[in-house]
Structure formats: structure tokens, C-alpha cells
């Protein structure tokens, strides 16, 4: 079997080449080049040290090694899209546009499709029943990733290998000790991948500026102080208003007079809520329910270690999912992932409305 392996230089995906090498494939190993850009061209969101641990990895198991750019596909694809959503008010998902349109999308088309397999580092599995496969969830719950690949079609998922899927992030770890790995010890990479050397309120700035406007208390419509610009917040916030006698959360956003409403304490009512609704749902492998009344779900909202217990039903063309308990920061313009009753299966996503 042909496989292509990303591989960034962290222990997660230098793991993957040792796994394929033991089960006797010679993965072609890719290193992809994606960043944002600045006065100069690019900026490349990893460092070279990144390119370095993934060279040596190559090295040590024999593998081809090939750098890549998709610069310009993550720009037009992933930035604007993250642009364009915090610019109308919304909660942008970067990192499942990139793995949707970037990792499965343009690196397919220019490079994965001379190959029968694409190997990642992601903590999620895959389950074939009648001949269908499903994305399915990790053996690791904590680092479970399936929540990042929720947006990912029948084609991406039918030809994606996870060789780690089946470890504990621990497992991970020993292995790339014991073979002696140089990515054995490295933190593991937080964030969005763009802004791997930029503040996120930095990059929102230098594109959407800044604009003061009040920040003000839902309950009472006291105003309590000012803000920069709307686009610097999310629904759910705490941290960064600049607000004494908290703590203070980010409940609503009025992106025409660019207002604030904050509501206080760690149990305000006003920032849960236990109705989800979901437009644009879509199925990644097939419509495994068909015409239903209400279903037992479990579902997430945001990338956690936690599942939710719903029910879900149809209201037109919106799926509407509500939650057994109520859940903080339900934000227009995050994706809604939804797995099967056993959170086993990953069934499909929709976008919060």
C-alpha cells in the first residue's frame, strides 16, 4: 500500500512513521508549509526546528521526504474564512477548516492522490460497517481530535489512516522514547496554526483595526467600561475585558452599535443554555438514522474531553439538538459535532445558528 504520512515534527505524528514502519509500510513522508502572510510574503507557522525533527525522522526510517507549500490555499481558504466570521460577529473553527480544505482538501488534489492512503497524528480511529467506513472516536478520550475532523466528507474519511488512534496519549509518549525520537519530549502544539507566532488579538487587529464601544451589564444595562471592537471577543469570554468585582462573561455581542453584554458570576443563568440548533448539517460518511422523531445523542460544541447527552429532532431543515444539561458559550458560527448514543461514531456536524 502507497501511504503519504504528515508529518510535522511533533511526537504525535513522528510516532505515526514509526507505527507504519512496524507494520511494514514505507510511508512517503510530507511536511506541509502553511502560514499567513506579512509584509515580506509568508509567515511560516512552524519553525524550523519542526523541519529539522521531521527530516531526521525520515532519515532514521529510510523514508522520502518531500517539503510542501499550500501558503496561498491556506490563505484564501482558512485566514479569510477566519476573517470574514469574526468580522460578522461569529465564532470561527480555523483548525477544522484547515484539516477539511487543507490537509484533506488541497493536499489531495496536488499530492495525496497518487497515494492509497493519508497518514496523521490525529487521535481518532475509523470503523468500517457494511462496507462504510466512519470516523470514529480515540481510544484516548482527553486527546480524542474526532471534534477537529467533524467537517471531513465520505472521501477524505474512507481514505485517512489515524496509527495512533488506538494509543493513550502516554502510550504515544513511551514509544517515541523508547525508539528514541526526537520529538519524544516536545510540547505538544496549542492553538491556531497561523498564529503559531502572532497574539490572536494582534492578527485580528492588523486586519478589522480597532473601534471603542461599551461593554454592558445584560441584566441591567449598566455600562461598566469599553472595549476595542466586538471582533476581539467571544461569546463565553472571561478573560480580557478588564473588569473588576467578577468574574464577567461574554454573553451577547451587538455587532451593529459594536456593544458588549457581559452578565456576572461563575453561575449566571444568562450564559448557558441547552438548546443547539445546527444549519447546514451533513453527514461524513452517510445518513446512518434517516427520517427520525427524536434521537439520543451525544454532541460538543467546542473541542473538550466531554461528550453531552441530547436529544435530537428536526425542525425544517435545522437540526435541533437539547442538551440534558446546560452548557456554557453556545456561539453563533461554531460547528456542532454529533456522534452516535455510544460516542463511538462520529456522525456529522452542523453550524451553530
Given at each position: 500500500m502507497n501511504i503519504a504520512a504528515l508529518v510535522s515534527g511533533g511526537v504525535d505524528s513522528s510516532v505515526v512513521v514509526h507505527n507504519l514502519k512496524e507494520m511494514g509500510y514505507d510511508p512517503t513522508i510530507f511536511y506541509i508549509r502553511i502560514g499567513m502572510e506579512d509584509e515580506d510574503g509568508y509567515i511560516d507557522c512552524p519553525s524550523e526546528e519542526d523541519i529539522e525533527i521531521t527530516s531526521y525522522i525520515a532519515k532514521k526510517y529510510g523514508c522520502k521526504f518531500e517539503i510542501v507549500s499550500l501558503h496561498e490555499e491556506y490563505w484564501e481558504n482558512v485566514v479569510s474564512y477566519t476573517i470574514e466570521s469574526v468580522r460578522r460577529g461569529l465564532t470561527p473553527n480555523p483548525d477544522m477548516m484547515c484539516n477539511k480544505l487543507i490537509k484533506f482538501g488541497s493536499f489531495e488534489q496536488k499530492w495525496g492522490k497518487y497515494f492509497d492512503k493519508i497518514a496523521t497524528g490525529h487521535y481518532a480511529t475509523t470503523t468500517e460497517i457494511d462496507n462504510t467506513v466512519f470516523l470514529s472516536t480515540a481510544k484516548d478520550h482527553v486527546k480524542d481530535q474526532t471534534y477537529f475532523l467533524g467537517q471531513i466528507n465520505y472521501m477524505q474519511v474512507s481514505k485517512l489512516m489515524f496509527p495512533i488512534g488506538h494509543l493513550l496519549k502516554s502510550e504515544v509518549r513511551k514509544i517515541a522514547s523508547e525508539a528514541h525520537l526526537p520529538s519524544a519530549d516536545r510540547k505538544d502544539s496549542q492553538g491556531i496554526?497561523?498564529?503559531?507566532?502572532?497574539?490572536?488579538?494582534?492578527?485580528?487587529?492588523?486586519?478589522?483595526?480597532?473601534?471603542?464601544?461599551?461593554?454592558?451589564?445584560?441584566?441591567?444595562?449598566?455600562?461598566?467600561?469599553?472595549?476595542?471592537?466586538?471582533?476581539?471577543?467571544?461569546?463565553?469570554?472571561?478573560?480580557?475585558?478588564?473588569?473588576?468585582?467578577?468574574?464577567?462573561?461574554?454573553?451577547?455581542?451587538?455587532?451593529?452599535?459594536?456593544?458588549?453584554?457581559?452578565?456576572?458570576?461563575?453561575?449566571?443563568?444568562?450564559?448557558?443554555?441547552?438548546?443547539?440548533?445546527?444549519?447546514?448539517?451533513?453527514?461524513?460518511?452517510?445518513?446512518?438514522?434517516?427520517?427520525?422523531?427524536?434521537?439520543?445523542?451525544?454532541?460538543?460544541?467546542?473541542?473538550?474531553?466531554?461528550?453531552?447527552?441530547?436529544?435530537?429532532?428536526?425542525?425544517?431543515?435545522?437540526?435541533?439538538?437539547?442538551?440534558?444539561?446546560?452548557?456554557?458559550?453556545?456561539?453563533?458560527?461554531?460547528?456542532?459535532?454529533?456522534?452516535?448514543?455510544?460516542?463511538?461514531?462520529?456522525?456529522?456536524?452542523?453550524?451553530?445558528?
Open positions: 496554526c497561523f498564529l503559531g507566532k502572532i497574539h490572536y488579538n494582534d492578527f485580528i487587529k492588523r486586519y478589522l483595526g480597532e473601534k471603542e464601544g461599551k461593554i454592558v451589564e445584560f441584566e441591567t444595562g449598566k455600562v461598566l467600561g469599553t472595549h476595542k471592537g466586538y471582533w476581539f471577543h467571544t461569546i463565553g469570554q472571561r478573560k480580557g475585558l478588564g473588569l473588576g468585582e467578577g468574574p464577567w462573561f461574554v454573553i451577547k455581542k451587538d455587532i451593529n452599535d459594536n456593544v458588549l453584554y457581559v452578565s456576572r458570576g461563575y453561575d449566571t443563568q444568562s450564559q448557558y443554555g441547552n438548546v443547539v440548533n445546527l444549519s447546514a448539517f451533513q453527514y461524513i460518511s452517510k445518513d446512518i438514522w434517516g427520517d427520525f422523531d427524536s434521537l439520543d445523542i451525544k454532541f460538543k460544541i467546542r473541542h473538550t474531553p466531554q461528550f453531552t447527552q441530547g436529544k435530537m429532532t428536526r425542525v425544517g431543515d435545522v437540526f435541533r439538538i437539547e442538551s440534558e444539561d446546560k452548557i456554557q458559550g453556545i456561539a453563533s458560527g461554531q460547528f456542532g459535532v454529533v456522534y452516535d448514543n455510544d460516542a463511538k461514531l462520529c456522525v456529522g456536524s452542523g453550524v451553530i445558528i
